[in-house]
């Protein structure tokens, strides 16, 4: 048995059974390993799809998505959607093959500094010198992945020592290093507040249902991050809604008016906290983003387990504000917030997938999540491109019908992905909102360049001619009437829909 085949056996023991990939010269050894594995390879047609799906896997699931690549070409691929999961902190493993150890530093064919590229986009990269190295970085980010999720783990496989046969491997112990030190004085704080406040973060997910028992206990009222969306139904009167700079008037009152926040498993970057208040106890897994005077370096868990809440009320005094964002264009012809509106009011509970641009406003302000990862896009990042791959994630972690909403734009970044959604007959409906240009561009160039539309008009193909030619169904709406008579059937992916729209502004945060 060389390194690769012992990498794929632990990656069945460790219960990973599918890994997303590109294959190549460098990285055969482990694709031979693969072929006789119980493992399912989801071959994409290009590598950053790869790695956007194996994104979407995870932020579906909670389960750990693999991207496998090969060296330069396939691994530097892969940088945009490793950037995203970074941003996002979406706990990832990619595993990329490289040339031989002998032609590090050279300029050999194909041979570039992974490593050091990676270690940028990552929340660790690894470059193990043999096999016995291989098995322990491989060990050590699978226990990261799944006790210390902060981010995507990358580790760099020379072809030599994918073939080596004499190494050694580990049975791994680690303990996450907690800093509960300022948990006493979060307690005193919450002991005297009168109006907590939960700010719910992506790192809450997976203590949905203790964090209810608390809000509906205590009365507690929450606000959250867009991928934190649904940890407290967006239907339960406790929920705000969102924070930061797409806050509405009852969670920018109850940020401003509450004498202790507390902010779950969320970075309380610009975009989420603008100001950083005195009174914000900080619970944080990646001790790098805690902020403020009550920082808690550990995890959300651990936190809840050892605090204790008391009964508050002031979820009336907030719910006296209003909580609309007053969105108009919900009911014109050719809008596309009218279009996503209907579309959003078709498939409530399913997995929607956004992409980047002004459809992805719509969205968020739009959707109301039920429950968690109801709503995947990258917010920190925001590359075009990440709807269709991360929708294929989705799809198969999950088994369930996903939906995209998708730009023409964005649509086109990776198109070349209708063939894996057709190979693997997959259950996804994607909506392209066919504006014909890159909307959110022209609105910056003409509101805060004062400059007339410049490079952002788009000559589309036929989308559904397009479609058709990878064996999928699609259909056109040219308008409202149109849209609506489609989401009257019951509709089964794999399909394309394109839904022709007007330019329009995205409302701007106040």
């Known amino acids: 048995m060389n390194v690769a085949d012992k990498i794929v056996k632990i990656l069945e023991e460790e219960g990973i059974d599918t890994v997303f990939g590109v294959p190549g010269e460098q990285i055969m050894p482990l694709y031979k390993a693969l072929s006789s594995s119980s493992v399912n390879h989801v071959l994409t047609r290009h590598e950053q799809a790869a790695a956007h799906a194996a994104d979407g896997f995870t932020r579906s699931s909670g389960k750990i998505g693999v991207c496998v690549t090969t060296a330069s070409p396939g691994a530097l691929n892969t940088t945009m959607a490793l950037a995203t999961a970074f941003k996002d902190n979406v706990p990832m493993l990619i595993l990329t093959g490289d040339n031989e150890l002998q032609y590090r530093g050279t300029d050999h064919f194909q041979t570039t500094p992974q490593f050091e590229i990676f270690k940028h986009i990552t929340q660790a990269s690894y470059n193990p010198l043999n096999g016995t190295e291989a098995m322990y970085v491989l060990r050590a980010a699978i226990y990261e992945l799944k006790t210390i999720p902060k981010g995507p783990i990358h580790i760099n496989l020379a072809k030599d020592v994918l073939l080596e046969e004499d190494f050694n491997d580990f049975d791994l112990c680690y303990l996450c290093e907690d800093d509960l030190s300022k948990i006493s004085d979060a307690q005193e704080l ?104 009550y920082p808690i370096h550990g995890k959300v868990e651990d936190f809840i387990s050892e605090i204790n809440f008391h009964d508050v009320d002031w979820i009336a005094e907030i719910l006296e504000h209003d909580d609309s964002y007053h969105l108009k264009g919900l009911d014109d012809d050719l809008k596309p917030q009218a279009a996503i509106k209907r579309i959003l009011e078709k498939f409530p509970d399913n997995i929607i997938v956004s992409d980047a641009g002004s459809h992805t406003t719509w969205t968020t302000l739009l959707k109301k999540s039920l429950k968690p990862r109801q709503l995947l896009f990258s917010g920190a990042m925001a590359p075009m491109g990440y709807g269709v791959p991360a929708a294929i994630g989705a799809s198969i972690a999950t088994s369930e019908k996903i939906i995209v909403i998708n730009g023409d734009g964005d649509f086109q970044m990776n198109l070349q992905e209708l063939a894996t959604i057709r190979e693997n007959d997959l259950d996804i409906i994607i909506f392209i909102l066919n504006n014909s240009e890159f909307g959110i561009i022209r609105q ?65 945060p106040e």
């Not at 608390?214 to 991928?227: A, D, E, N, R, S």
């Not at 259909?475 to 409202?480: E, G, M, P, S, T």
Request: charge should be negative; include cysteine.
């Open 190 to 293: 919450i002991d005297s507040a009168e109006k907590p406040l939960l700010i719910l973060g992506a790192g809450a997910i997976t203590q949905s249902e203790r964090i209810n028992e608390i809000v509906h206990k205590h009365g507690i009222p929450v606000t959250t991050t867009f991928h934190a969306k649904g940890i407290v139904s967006e239907d339960d009167e406790l929920n705000l809604g969102l924070c930061g700079i797409r806050a509405n008037a009852q969670s920018k009152y109850a940020i401003e008016n509450a004498d202790c926040i507390i902010g779950l498993g969320m970075k309380a970057s610009e975009r989420t906290l603008p100001k950083l208040p005195d009174n914000f106890i900080h619970v944080n897994l990646n001790k790098d983003v805690l902020v403020g005077d």
């Open 444 to 508: 910056w160039e003409e509101d805060f360049y004062g400059m007339d539309p410049y490079q952002v008009a788009l000559k589309n193909p036929s989308f559904t001619k397009l479609a058709s030619s990878y064996g999928i169904d699609a259909i056109r709406a040219d308008n409202l009437e149109d849209l609506e008579l489609i989401l009257e059937n019951d509709l089964e992916g794999p399909l394309v829909v394109e839904v022709i729209v007007e330019s329009e502004n995205i409302p701007l």
